[in-house]
């Protein structure tokens, strides 16, 4: 579903708490949660941008969502007690729908090299890694993964 122009908190306490369940494990002392406030403005911006923004949720709480400007998917989060059920799956497939309505052929996207989920999940899913790009500064510094994805290619992933 479309995330509502009252849900930027709501993003925000999802976003954090999938941040933290996702990357501490992967960077470990040189993981940096996100401020709750910082998030809460970056989803209140993509709210009004007008992006394909969707949420999944479970008896009123969102547990992931996905954010995707014309031409790039900033954002795939989903909390961990809620992975491995399809949900990622069906964000990912309703964002490329509301991205093929709009005529959108192909995303771009980038994922931490180290997570290996992510990177097996977007692959399984039809996005082809095109190069890497170094993010962070310093001592913070981390390798991601770039991707495309044509809108149309996960059709082959459709079921329930």
């Not at 309703?94 to 180290?114: N, P, T």
């Not at 039809?126 to 290619?153: M, N, P, Q, S, Y």
Request: aromatic share 8%; glycine share 10%.
């Amino acid at each position: 579903r479309a995330v509502e122009a009252d849900e930027d908190l709501a993003v925000a306490r999802t976003h954090v708490q999938a941040d933290r369940e996702t990357y501490q494990p992967i960077f470990g002392p040189r993981f940096r949660e996100v401020e709750l406030g910082r998030s809460q403005l970056r989803w209140d911006a993509a709210l009004g941008a007008g992006d394909v923004f969707l949420a999944a949720d479970e008896q009123g709480r969102i547990v992931g969502f996905v954010h995707a400007s014309p031409t790039w998917m900033s954002a795939l989060y989903l909390l961990a007690s809620h992975r491995r059920r399809g949900i990622g799956r069906r964000l990912l497939l309703a964002m490329c729908d509301a991205l093929q309505a709009r005529g959108v052929a192909e995303i771009g996207f980038q994922a931490v090299a180290d997570n290996a989920g992510a990177i097996a999940f977007y692959r399984a899913m039809g996005a082809i890694a095109v190069g890497r790009k170094l993010e962070g500064e310093g001592d913070e510094v981390w390798e991601d993964v770039v991707f495309t994805l044509a809108t149309g290619a996960p059709a082959a992933f459709r079921r329930g």
